[in-house]
Every structure is written in structure tokens, then in C-alpha cells.
């Protein structure tokens, strides 16, 4: 079975980061990055791009892809469901971020981001992206997706 394919994109503007608090599906009420799946026909800069349009109410601008992972949900003996996530980071929005259905807005200073709200991985990746690296990893969650069981990353390799 393919994983399913998704996006990530947090703007980064101003030393803020651009987060939302997810109001329903996977990860409701963690603090996340805009994104979600890629739908067919688009790439997958057109896919984060249309994350944060939706999601947010703004047009992410400096669009820039900084890493690719691979998630993976397990129960202990099954893998249970598998993501390939591509991440990006945006250096500035057009407009104000509104609530929607999906999600609040919340802007987070760089040097103070709060990761116990946050998934369990993204203490381990997302400095990286704060500081402008780029980054490919794998991370196997367990099926609560609180814990995390194991994970490799490499840092400064090429993502296009």
C-alpha cells in the first residue's frame, strides 16, 4: 500500500511562526502547520500552497521546500498507516489569517515555540526548519501518535 501523500507549510515571518490549532481530523487540538493531503493533478508545492489558502484565509508568499518525511503510525507489531510528508516554509503571507472550520491561527515567537502542544516529532525537526535547513527523515509514531518509537533525520541534504 502507497502512502498517502501530504504538505506542511509554516510561514516563518518576522521571527514568528505561523501555527494552527487544529479544530478536527487527525491531530485535532495540537498546534500544527498548515497542509493536509495532495489531491490529484497538483503538485506538491500547489498542494501547501492551497493548505494555507484554505486553512487560513492568506496566501502564503516565498514559498521554499525545506524537507521530506516519512510517518508511520504503529500498534507495536502492525504498520498501521503510513504518510510521505514534504514540508515547506513560506517567508511572508498576503493578508490577515482568519479562524475556519480546520483551523485557529496562532503566531508563536521562533525562540519560544510551544512543542508540548504540539506532535511528539516536530521538537525534532521543525528547529531545523526555523533555521533554514534543509532535512529528510523517517518517524514511527505510536498508534496514539504521542510517542515516538524511533526516527532517523539527515540534515542539509538536497530536497528538490
Do not use: N
Not at 492551497?50 to 508568499?61: A, M, N, S, Y
Not at 533554514?132 to 501518535?145: A, I, K, N, P, Q
Amino acid at each position: 500500500m502507497e502512502p498517502t501523500e501530504a504538505t506542511l507549510c509554516h510561514p516563518v515571518v518576522d521571527g514568528e511562526l505561523l501555527c494552527i490549532r487544529k479544530q478536527r481530523g487527525l491531530g485535532a487540538g495540537k498546534l500544527v502547520g498548515p497542509g493536509g493531503k495532495v489531491e490529484g493533478g497538483e503538485t506538491v508545492r500547489e498542494a501547501a500552497r492551497r493548505e494555507v489558502r484554505e486553512e487560513l484565509r492568506v496566501e502564503p508568499v516565498g514559498v521554499e521546500k525545506r524537507g521530506e518525511f516519512d510517518f508511520h503510525f504503529r500498534d507495536g507489531t502492525v504498520d498501521d498507516d503510513s504518510m510521505h510528508v514534504y514540508v515547506f516554509a513560506a517567508e511572508g503571507i498576503e493578508g490577515e489569517p482568519e479562524t475556519t472550520e480546520e483551523a485557529v491561527p496562532e503566531w508563536h515567537p521562533t525562540g519560544a515555540v510551544p512543542y508540548d502542544e504540539m506532535w511528539i516529532d516536530d521538537r525534532v525537526w521543525l528547529p531545523h526548519l526555523i533555521a533554514g535547513e534543509t532535512f529528510r527523515g523517517e518517524f514511527v509514531l505510536s498508534d496514539d501518535g504521542e510517542s515516538l518509537v524511533r526516527y532517523e533525520m539527515e540534515i542539509g541534504v538536497a530536497v528538490e
